[in-house]
């Protein structure tokens, strides 16, 4: 049972919007920088976005974060085959002193 | 361009002790911005995160793993360090060894991963 709860699996066809619940609690997401990780298929996960919504240089503006509250998403448009991979949000929890990390979502692009 | 590389022993037998090193090549390891970190991820499951050191030594531990995992720095070798004891074949996963923004909450750069199986 993850701290951050994600839905498993998320799909869209190509080109649509696809978007990324990460729900946690007044520990972590309330009061935190939210992460968002992409992990394809047999590799190591890669950041997408940090403190909730800045992207790292060469992740596409295609890409975006927010939060609100206790809950953070991740949007992603213009979907691509390339897209298809799981994905994973994360972030401090200060009542356990502890990194904590969603569940991950499974993204299928139809 | 930073790189992390994780080495060890891929088979460990149950209750022994599992040990790890990740190497940090192209920036130092002697710095207060960044921890180092490290994250399990069991075969089709999710990401655990493990523990993190900044270069001082300074430490955190994950609650669940606290009692049988020690993290340590080597500031000389540019390298740190993963023991976790008393294996089963739950800590049967892939070890990942990270980069970590004090007070931002994100791993920037990742190893490559290394598979580490328990099993007698």
């Known amino acids: 049972q993850s701290v951050l709860t994600q839905p498993p699996s998320v799909s869209a066809a190509p080109g649509q919007k696809v978007t990324i619940s990460c729900s946690g609690s007044?520990?972590?997401?309330?009061?935190?920088?939210v992460s968002w990780y992409q992990q394809l298929p047999g590799a190591a996960p890669k950041l997408l976005i940090y403190e909730n919504n800045v992207r790292p240089s060469g992740i596409p503006d295609r890409l975006s974060g927010s939060k609100s509250g206790t809950s953070a998403t991740l949007g992603i448009t213009g979907l691509q085959t390339g897209d298809e991979a799981d994905y994973y949000c994360g972030t401090w929890d200060s009542s356990l002193d502890a990194e904590v990390f969603g569940g991950g979502t499974k993204l299928t692009v139809l | 361009q930073l790189q992390l590389q994780e080495s060890g022993p891929g088979l460990v037998k149950p209750s022994e002790t599992l040990s790890l090193t990740c190497s940090v090549s192209?920036?130092?390891?002697?710095?207060?911005?960044?921890?180092w970190g490290w994250v399990r991820q069991p075969p089709g499951k999710g990401l655990e995160w493990i523990a993190s050191?900044?270069?001082?030594?300074?430490?955190y531990y994950s609650p669940s793993l606290r009692s049988r995992v020690t993290i340590s720095v080597d500031t000389s070798e540019n390298q740190f360090s993963l023991k976790l004891s008393s294996v089963t074949a739950a800590d049967t996963a892939v070890y990942y060894c990270a980069r970590r923004r004090g007070g931002r909450n994100y791993f920037d750069y990742w190893g490559q991963g290394t598979l580490v199986t328990v099993s007698s």
């Open positions: 007044s520990s972590n997401v309330g009061i935190n920088f």
């Open positions: 050191i900044l270069y001082t030594g300074r430490t």
């Open positions: 192209g920036d130092s390891i002697s710095t207060d911005i960044y921890y």
